[in-house]
């Protein structure tokens, strides 16, 4: 996976094992025990891709990628991530 940090936002990218997975959303916060707000992915050909916008610049950010309850791969998830958007 990785975090690309930008002005205000964290662009993210994931390689996706599970080849059946066509929906999910990236869950985000500011501890990784909390992960409360979430972004829809952009899935294709193994990849979901995000950008998360309106964050706050300097301040850490924890992410992980989970599949809707209703997709095939339901119930897999992937690891937490984190970075710092620029101000």
Known sequence: GALT??????GVSLYLWEA????GK????TSKSAL???EDAVIATQEAT?????LTPGVKYF?????DPADPS??????????????
């Open 63 to 67: 992410v992980q990628f989970r599949p």
């Open 20 to 23: 059946t997975c066509v929906a």
């Open 36 to 38: 409360i707000n979430s």
């Open 26 to 29: 990236f869950f985000y916060g």
């Open 74 to 87: 339901e119930g897999a998830r992937s690891g937490i991530y984190y970075g710092r958007p620029t101000a």
């Open 5 to 10: 940090p930008g002005a205000s936002q964290l």
């Open 50 to 54: 995000a950008t998360i916008a309106g």
